[in-house]
């Protein structure tokens, strides 16, 4: 079964909903046959990769609250993150572009270390004191061979603002078409949507509920048509 997990970097529910749907996943009996796959999503995709600000600055900007209402909701996703065993910085963040981490998300996916280089950027965005946005590439590059990539090809893809341009931009129609408007977004071997942090009970019966839906091969053979297998070909007889 495959779990389809529609992120971005800045969004902190995102942070949340993935460790309470990693929980769900290590109870689920069958965690060993679900391929998890993380998919691109932006939330800011028109900012510029310079245009750096607070968080606070950012919200209050955004939707319009004041700096004590952006505040409360930064200490209110803080005990969300605790109950989570998540460590959670509602101080003193920034936010930025987050474009060339999903290109590095890519790259990770081809190599194997997706699921590790996600969870080095969300703890390095949410929980860290250093921003993954002010220090610049060589930040990234840390990051990535912290979750085992080679620094050389991370670094290649950052230089090159083509590399996986071209994935991201497709995960994020995919994401348009399936109608998702906001993240996190889950699809579970595209017949269950789950939107948004959800409990780890409710990723818990989605996985339950998508796993005995899967529809057992109908095997249909009329017999006697020709067909190649582990001793050969078979050749007809006249």
């Avoid at 605790?82 to 987050?98: F, I």
């Avoid at 996600?118 to 921003?131: D, G, K, L, P, V």
């Avoid at 005995?212 to 007889?237: F, N």
């Amino acid at each position: 079964m495959r779990v389809e997990i529609w992120t971005d970097i800045a969004c902190p529910w995102c942070y949340v909903g993935k460790a309470r749907f990693d929980k769900a996943l290590e109870a689920f009996p069958h965690r060993d046959q679900v391929e998890v796959v993380h998919r691109s999503f932006e939330l800011d995709p028109g900012r510029a990769k310079d245009d750096i600000q607070p968080v606070l600055a950012m919200l209050t900007k955004k939707y319009g609250m004041s700096e004590a209402q952006a505040q409360a909701g930064e200490e209110n996703l803080g005990a969300q993150a605790a109950a989570e065993g998540l460590e959670y910085r509602t101080r003193d963040r920034d936010h930025g572009n987050t474009f060339d981490m999903h290109r590095l998300l890519h790259l990770a996916k081809e190599q194997g270390r997706q699921s590790e280089l996600i969870q080095a950027f969300y703890t390095a965005n949410f929980a860290e004191e250093r921003s993954v946005f002010s220090e610049g590439d060589e930040r990234l590059i840390e990051l990535a061979v912290a979750a085992g990539l080679d620094a050389d090809a991370a670094r290649a893809v950052l230089a090159d603002p083509t590399a996986y341009a071209a994935d991201v931009r497709a995960d994020e129609r995919e994401a348009a078409q399936l109608g998702a408007n906001g993240v996190p977004f889950f699809v579970l071997d595209r017949k269950y949507g789950v939107s948004g942090a959800q409990p780890a009970e409710v990723f818990a019966q989605a996985l339950t509920e998508a796993w005995g839906e899967r529809s057992p091969l109908k095997l249909i053979d009329e017999g006697g048509a020709q067909a190649c297998g582990p001793d050969g070909c078979a050749v007809p007889q006249h």
